[in-house]
């Protein structure tokens, strides 16, 4: 049974670039979650999906932040025109029913450098 | 969701219990008290959660005072792989996506 997976483990961009990060959940699990970790601080919330849906993005920046969780395949967090700020960890969680009634289970995250 | 306040660092002697106490006297009645691990560099893992009664599995055991204004998490025999930072989170699944994370408590196992 397989955990949340995430890729790639590590990327590297150039600023101006664009990154996508990719989180395929738990088996069963239709609810997705993104956080951001950035050096030496907590986790923050940035979106809650669901299949083909975005519920919360109420910690996503409004700007050249965007997330998809299609019918098929992996949920998907795009930055465009990266800037050295966006550098950290960004993490996925997962959950089957929803945040009402379930735990979050975290995938290994993916860490982003820009130069 | 109701803060928390978490010693910065603890150390525990390996096979000894751990012993981390989260203050969360805010809390409110629809609130459960979570805890999550993060080991270096890596995901945080769900250790455990509850509303009021205690709890305990196979990971650690989560003890909550009678008032519910704090809370305990016990690991019974720690290991050196237990060396994480230790994240108390009160969430109310009726109000709330997320978790919200703190800065935790650093737990040290020494040999």
């Known amino acids: 049974n397989a955990g949340v997976m995430q890729n790639p483990r590590h990327l590297v961009r150039r600023r101006g670039q664009e990154a996508r990060l990719r989180c395929s959940p738990m088996?069963?699990?239709?609810?997705v979650y993104w956080y951001r970790q950035l050096p030496e601080e907590g986790l923050k919330f940035m979106v809650y999906l669901q299949k083909e849906n975005i519920i919360d993005e109420s910690g996503m920046p409004k700007e050249r932040f965007s997330a998809e969780f299609p019918k098929e395949g992996p949920s998907i967090l795009r930055i465009q025109q990266v800037v050295r700020g966006d550098s950290a960890a960004y993490f996925c969680?997962?959950?089957?029913?929803?945040?009402?009634?379930?735990?979050?289970?975290f995938g290994p995250g993916t860490r982003l450098t820009v130069l | 969701d109701a803060k928390t306040t978490q010693p910065p660092s603890m150390d525990c002697a390996e096979g000894r219990a751990a012993n981390l106490p989260c203050n969360h006297s805010t809390i409110s009645g629809n609130e459960y008290v979570y805890w999550y691990r993060q080991i270096h560099s890596q995901g945080p893992q769900y250790i455990i959660h509850?509303?009021?009664n205690n709890e305990t599995n196979e990971m650690a055991s989560l003890i909550i005072t009678e008032d519910r204004k704090s809370s305990t998490l016990i690991l019974p025999h720690a290991t050196l792989r237990d060396t994480a930072v230790y994240y108390c989170i009160v969430r109310d699944p009726n109000t709330g996506n997320q978790f919200y994370f703190g800065t935790g408590t650093s737990l040290t196992v020494i040999p």
């Open positions: 088996k069963g699990h239709s609810h």
């Open positions: 969680a997962s959950s089957p029913l929803g945040p009402s009634t379930d735990t979050q289970y």
């Open positions: 509850g509303l009021k």
